[in-house]
């Protein structure tokens, strides 16, 4: 069973564009010491070869047998490389791998972020991210280790909830409704580098940002919910804008209650995420819930693995962040605890092709 | 949708003999200082209103709306008691529940063992799953609090693996076939408290042992799989035993192979867990792959969560495992790291009836 399929193979790599996963496995990678560009290229090499096989339901050599007989179960796995990669091939950094800046509120664990590679791993089915990501892992040995990894999860689309639904984060808030769509105008401008951009090897790729997000589930549980609304600026049972309609009727920022307010207040977070405050700004987003249990002073370790893959995140991520991190209501309920950032290249058209192989082979 | 519905109300809790679900969440519980018997029994009410609510798909009042729109999605919750729970209340603790020995190998972390009340929560979905703890959680405030969480999968019966199927653990074999079944001669003795047991609040419970077993993956993935196969005494692919036939084959645990060797050798894990080895010791399992990131040596965090019941762990789980920590081969490559035990009263079947009702209104 398990058959549902995403194709690995095409022009971007699959988890940029597929739809929402029940479960999202992030794991970043660091090279061992001395790993040489030729073992890299071995390494990516093998890396989609196995890929190709594990996302059509294919054990690669030497398999642990974990995942026999789930069938593809909708695997992705996606593959970008953060700035300190290309510094240790001596390769140059692009504009957009540039490190973010530090966002007032940040309280970031190094431990936890930046990397040299970065792996998204989607799938409906936990058994199945997690055979994908050990034989990612037992391949880059002596290459490759891991730095970092974390998991998170959606429900399940076409089986706990409709196909085509939003998901709800762990705030219980519809997420994600304002994510742009391949058929938008623009779309492919705002996510994908273009055929001219620099560098070459970028063409058809896209930059992720990766944020863990905790959520200060306690604080914000106790916020009468017409006051939850308020911070989002969405209803929270259909997802509707505060401004009137269903879900994905558009904002209307300037629309007036009748007591003159504004039914989507200066501080709501969709007003102070969304484009027209940017200059445009666009993000695709993927998020998934996380939850590791309870701190010691025992609020829940829970909140949202955010990812947000551009074009150029100086004009994309960047810019919507540092006005979140000031004017965003809902920036009092969230603590941004991990950061990473990552060239993720196009994705491979030919079977002989491999994931950032006109990067590697121009060394 | 997710309209698969485990009925919460009948004899046993739910949770006993639901089958394999693919999201398996424990949460251990304390009592807060100063918890009167009254607030106890007040919690105990609450929470068999609420989870007879989620487990139909309703949400309880005050809800976060998190798990707005997936159905029920095969919730079940089940609550235990630990003895430091009687000891609190001043009720006396059964034999059963006495504390389990410290077994040759243990490497147990107090404070993620043991504790006060016990819930196991398993679903479809892992939202449904956090939405459910965040309720109880929620509930419980000012009664008792979260003292230690985890959580673990497993394949989507139905969705990813055919219904039916025995999940696979992380080291890629078959784990469960040999648990016992309602229909198996002696199950209910072998599982639930009798009619005449004492105490009464007992009668139709069964005791569960909470067992997190870390896996030693990296030491397990390089054995050859004929040598893990011995370790097991069972076939990797298929799961059946050494000694021949198909996955529901009884073990021949005479058999010789043509070398005089025995086919299913002397320290295999099927040979020293069974209840022939065992004087009969039969334990009802579920088991919860978990993956927790990797640690600073850098090897996963990962392995099972286990769980056992039985109408008496000092003749079921007690006697398994004292044997197994010294005989089995399986034991070089896994880790006990934390360790409960709670006595599971029986189910309610009356709508005004509330879990643990016989126990805490004796107080």
């Known amino acids: 069973m398990g058959e549902r399929h995403i194709p690995f193979d095409g022009p971007h790599q699959a988890g940029v564009l597929a739809p929402p996963a029940a479960q999202g496995w992030f794991a970043a990678f660091d090279l061992t010491k001395g790993a040489t560009p030729a073992r890299v ?3 990516l090499r093998t890396w989609t070869r196995d ?11 030497g398999d642990d047998s974990m995942a026999l007989g789930h069938g593809p179960s909708s695997l992705t796995i996606t593959v970008g490389f953060g700035a300190s990669f290309l510094r240790s091939l001596g390769a140059p950094v692009p504009g957009p791998l540039e490190p973010l800046p530090v966002f007032p509120r940040d309280r970031l664990d190094a431990r936890r972020g930046d990397g040299d590679i970065g792996v998204l791993l ?3 089915d936990a058994v199945v991210a997690a055979h994908a990501l050990r034989a990612l892992v037992r391949t880059a040995r002596g290459t490759a280790d891991v730095r970092w990894q974390m998991k998170g999860f959606n429900a399940i689309e076409g089986v706990t909830v409709k196909r085509g639904t939003t998901p709800r984060n762990l705030m219980g808030q519809v997420d994600g ?7 938008d105008p623009g779309f492919d401008a705002s996510v994908f580098a273009g055929p001219e951009s620099d560098p070459a090897w970028m063409r058809g790729g896209s930059y992720l940002v990766f944020r863990r997000i905790r959520m200060l589930l306690d604080e914000w549980d106790v916020l009468p919910r017409v006051r939850q609304e308020q911070v989002i600026g969405r209803r929270k049972d259909t997802g509707a804008p505060l401004s009137g309609g269903t879900e994905f009727t558009a904002f209307d920022l300037g629309r007036q209650r009748a007591d003159g307010g504004l039914a989507i207040g200066p501080g709501a977070h969709v007003r102070q995420a969304s484009a027209a405050a940017n200059s445009g700004a666009v993000i695709l987003r993927k998020g998934f819930s996380y939850f590791d249990g309870y701190r010691a002073d025992g609020t829940p370790d829970a909140g949202l693995l955010f990812l947000a893959f551009q074009s150029d995140p100086r004009n994309a991520f960047t810019r919507i962040q540092q006005r979140l991190a000031l004017a965003d209501e809902l920036s009092r309920f969230i603590v941004h605890e991990s950061s990473a950032l990552f060239a993720v290249p196009p994705g491979v058209t030919h079977p002989a092709a491999y994931l950032g192989q006109s990067l590697v082979e121009a060394l």
């Open 51 to 61: 890929a190709r096989l594990m996302t059509t339901g294919r054990a690669p050599s």
């Open 177 to 183: 409704t304002g994510s742009p769509r391949p058929d």
């Open 122 to 124: 989607t799938a409906d």
């Open 41 to 43: 290229k071995e390494l």
